[in-house]
């Protein structure tokens, strides 16, 4: 039986190839927009192709004893989504309803969703449940909880179930250091401060500094790539033993640290100062989205392996590559 990893040449689906090889046969489906072949795993089999293919996807299933999907592959520029909302709902709704309808025709029922904080929107306390309510404030947040909706009215149905993880935010690199966080363009905080420290940019620019917190700049969840990879495989063995079925969990390591504290980690980690001017605040940003992340601890047996410094410290490690 294979895993089939859609968008495995993408940040955190390569990251979660690295921790399935070994343990499952991998076959990955990515049309490389925004993936990179540096990112492919030469032991999983690679398709290139897109989701919303339908020819490629019966090849796929028809091709490869597929037991689960984990489904990485999606757009997920807040501010891009706001531009362009039909290609967001297009690619991240569209695209995933046929590789859902090809699923069930060929009957796969195990789904991992990669959704996200986003569809929180502003929530009304900064710890955030599961319980929380959605309240998404932008196309790509809509999306995400538009396929999580229509994965709770398939498993009413069909022989379908699935696992939804609202990721926080992402960082770090594999401690391998072949593998790191990379996109294009780069909009994420901590590569672009790496990108600053190593003279790639000018300066690293902070959005608000007027936010209601101890320094007055946006406080986030940051939680490392590898912790997130792992809580896939325990979300999937979880579904194999009956211990999960339709659920949803938060993603993070439940602890908040600001703009600011993520600048001052990263210039320890370098030793060097970085170039910062302070700006207005991004639209949309929240002033502070930290995940409650008990319900995955207690149902799933997840634990971060890696802390603020130690997610820095391999980010660093991979920039320098
Ligand atoms: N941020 C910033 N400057 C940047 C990029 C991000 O001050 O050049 C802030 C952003 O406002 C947010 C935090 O850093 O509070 C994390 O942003 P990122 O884009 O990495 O992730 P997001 O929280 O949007 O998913």
């Known amino acids: 039986m294979s895993i089939l990893v859609c968008g495995g040449a993408g940040y955190i689906g390569s990251h979660t190839v690295k921790e399935l090889i070994g343990k499952y046969e991998v076959v990955v489906l990515d049309n490389l927009t925004t993936g990179f072949p540096a990112l492919l795993d030469e032991r999983a089999i690679f398709i290139e192709g897109d989701l919303g293919d339908p020819v490629v996807l019966d090849r796929v299933f028809t091709e490869h004893n597929i037991d689960a999907v984990f489904h990485f592959a999606a757009n997920s520029l807040v501010g891009e989504s706001v531009q362009k909302p039909l290609k967001y709902y297009s690619n991240n709704v569209g695209a995933t309803v046929v590789l859902l309808q090809k699923m069930i025709e060929h009957g796969v029922g195990k789904f991992i969703f990669s959704s996200t904080a986003a569809t929180y929107g502003i929530p009304e306390t900064d710890i955030i449940t599961e319980e929380t309510p959605t309240n998404p404030i932008n196309p790509y947040g809509r999306s995400k909880l538009m396929v999580e909706q229509i994965l709770s009215d398939m498993a009413q149905v069909y022989d379908f179930q699935y696992t939804v993880l609202r990721y926080f935010n992402a960082a770090g690199a594999h401690p391998s250091g072949q593998i790191g966080e990379s996109h294009d363009p780069e909009t994420h905080l901590i590569p ?16 608000g500094t007027d936010y209601k917190t101890a320094d007055g700049t946006c406080i986030r969840d940051y939680i490392h790539v590898k912790d997130l990879a792992d809580a896939h495989i325990l979300a999937y063995e979880g579904m194999n033993n009956g211990k999960v079925s339709n659920e949803v969990f938060n993603l993070g390591n439940g602890e908040g640290y600001s703009v600011k504290e993520i600048i001052d980690v990263c210039e320890k980690v370098a030793g060097k100062k970085a170039v910062v001017e302070y700006t207005d605040r991004r639209h949309g940003d929240p002033a502070v989205l930290v995940a409650s992340a008990g319900k995955i601890r207690e149902v799933l047996g997840w634990t971060p392996g890696y802390d603020l410094e130690e997610i ?3 980010a660093w490690k991979w920039h320098n590559k």
């Open 192 to 207: 672009l401060i790496m990108e600053q420290l190593l003279g790639h940019r000018e300066k690293i620019s902070v959005f």
């Open 312 to 314: 820095i410290k391999s």
